[in-house]
């Protein structure tokens, strides 16, 4: 069983996982030094709906949704709703896999094939997916600290902020809403995303009346954690600079050198990084056997099994690059995929929740 604190660790842990490194915000929507403002409407977009998930998952203690929305949808319309959720964290799981094999050999090691980092992240994703989410809960507060430690550390020695840089996030709204919202996009997908493991995790959570806050509260932090690191980028390499680069966050650390200290920031943003997404994707690969494990009434940890030996050949193979980078983060990607999850899986089981409530259902 985890706590709620441990959820809020898990949440927060892998959504700054997900957007420390590539930073969609900055590089989708053409939002330019308006980006920050749209980090602050990501963060409020996905609150509102991930405490909505929150919310059921509280109202259902000891089940997740691959459970509940069978109560409350019947049997084919609870697997098709808890299937949307499933799959998509599955295909994340495999995404975010194959990118850090492909980030780790484009700037390090270009003569090292995918499937040989590929695979033994998968594989750790597998090991933890199996340990239980108690595990999991108890690895988030490490890693955690550890990450906040190093992101701290690191905006520090990349410039203190002064009032001069700040001011460069200046003409606000220059260009108007419209690419600030675009620019949200992503990285409000990315905050539904993580915030929904709440769906999943939420059976093994005590102290469930909680579990919207400690969502809540872990989509609120990364938020200012993104916030941070947004201005510290556009302000150091400038909005048309910062864009220009797949990975802003690493060109920003690879262009600090403090004689004495420190001569390669990028390789200690990076560690955090892989630690981060190794863990954003156990997390993931957990989520998704437990709500397929529910709601066909199999152990989740065969489920786990089955999903790690069905990912090794993608994950090995350049097939899937197609939806890494910028076409993943791309404002139809993340949009429709949104969508997709808002209508299919939160809408219908949050609307047979009310009438279930009206017609006095427990």
């Given at each position: 069983?985890?706590?709620?604190?441990?959820?809020?660790?898990?949440?927060?842990?892998?959504r700054?996982?997900?957007?420390?490194?590539?930073?969609?915000?900055?590089?989708?929507?053409?939002?330019?030094?308006?980006?920050?403002?749209?980090?602050?409407?990501?963060?409020?977009?996905?609150?509102?709906?991930?405490?909505?998930?929150?919310?059921?998952?509280?109202?259902?203690?000891?089940?997740?949704?691959?459970?509940?929305?069978?109560?409350?949808?019947?049997?084919?319309?609870?697997?098709?709703?808890?299937?949307?959720?499933?799959?998509?964290?599955?295909?994340?799981?495999?995404?975010?896999?194959?990118?850090?094999?492909?980030?780790?050999?484009?700037?390090?090691?270009?003569?090292?094939?995918?499937?040989?980092?590929?695979?033994?992240?998968?594989?750790?994703?597998?090991?933890?997916?199996?340990?239980?989410?108690?595990?999991?809960?108890?690895?988030?507060?490490?890693?955690?600290?550890?990450?906040?430690?190093?992101?701290?550390?690191?905006?520090?020695?990349?410039?203190?902020?002064?009032?001069?840089r700040?001011?460069?996030?200046?003409?606000?709204?220059?260009?108007?809403?419209?690419?600030?919202?675009?620019?949200?996009?992503?990285?409000?997908?990315?905050?539904?995303?993580?915030?929904?493991?709440?769906?999943?995790?939420?059976?093994f959570t005590?102290e469930?009346?909680?579990?919207?806050?400690?969502?809540?509260?872990?989509?609120?932090?990364?938020?200012?954690?993104?916030?941070?690191?947004?201005?510290?980028?556009?302000?150091?390499?400038?909005?048309?600079?910062?864009?220009?680069?797949?990975?802003?966050?690493?060109?920003?650390?690879?262009?600090?050198?403090?004689?004495?200290?420190?001569?390669?920031?990028?390789?200690?943003?990076?560690?955090?990084?892989v630690?981060?997404?190794?863990?954003?994707?156990?997390?993931?690969?957990?989520?998704?056997?437990?709500?397929?494990?529910?709601?066909?009434?199999?152990?989740?940890r065969?489920?786990?099994?089955?999903?790690?030996?069905?990912?090794?050949?993608?994950?090995?193979?350049?097939?899937?690059?197609?939806?890494?980078?910028?076409?993943?983060?791309?404002?139809?990607?993340?949009?429709?995929?949104?969508?997709?999850?808002?209508?299919?899986?939160?809408?219908?089981?949050?609307?047979?929740?009310?009438?279930?409530?009206?017609?006095?259902?427990?």
């Amino acid at each position: 069983m985890i706590n709620p604190r441990q959820l809020f660790f898990i949440i927060a842990l892998t959504r700054i996982s997900a957007l420390l490194v590539l930073l969609p915000v900055v590089t989708a929507g053409n939002a330019l030094q308006d980006a920050w403002i749209s980090v602050i409407v990501a963060t409020v977009v996905a609150i509102l709906f991930v405490w909505l998930g929150a919310y059921l998952a509280m109202k259902h203690p000891g089940k997740s949704l691959g459970q509940f929305s069978r109560d409350l949808l019947g049997k084919t319309g609870g697997a098709i709703t808890t299937g949307l959720l499933a799959i998509s964290f599955y295909v994340l799981c495999l995404i975010r896999t194959r990118l850090v094999s492909l980030v780790i050999i484009s700037h390090f090691m270009p003569k090292t094939p995918g499937w040989a980092l590929a695979i033994p992240v998968l594989l750790t994703a597998f090991y933890g997916a199996m340990m239980g989410p108690d595990t999991v809960g108890r690895a988030s507060e490490f890693l955690f600290t550890v990450m906040a430690l190093i992101i701290v550390v690191s905006m520090v020695m990349s410039y203190v902020w002064s009032a001069e840089r700040v001011a460069g996030l200046k003409p606000v709204l220059s260009r108007g809403l419209r690419p600030v919202f675009g620019a949200a996009v992503p990285a409000a997908f990315l905050g539904l995303m993580s915030g929904l493991r709440v769906l999943a995790l939420g059976r093994f959570t005590v102290e469930e009346h909680k579990m919207p806050k400690a969502t809540a509260l872990a989509l609120l932090v990364s938020g200012l954690v993104l916030l941070v690191v947004t201005i510290d980028v556009l302000t150091t390499l400038g909005p048309a600079q910062a864009q220009a680069y797949v990975m802003p966050v690493l060109a920003l650390a690879s262009s600090v050198f403090i004689e004495g200290i420190l001569e390669r920031l990028d390789l200690v943003l990076m560690t955090a990084w892989v630690l981060g997404i190794t863990f954003d994707v156990t997390v993931l690969l957990a989520s998704s056997s437990i709500l397929i494990g529910d709601s066909l009434g199999i152990g989740h940890r065969k489920v786990a099994a089955a999903l790690f030996l069905l990912g090794v050949v993608p994950v090995s193979h350049r097939f899937t690059d197609i939806f890494v980078m910028r076409q993943l983060h791309s404002i139809p990607v993340t949009g429709i995929w949104s969508a997709a999850i808002c209508v299919g899986t939160l809408a219908p089981v949050f609307i047979a929740y009310l009438i279930k409530k009206r017609r006095g259902g427990s």
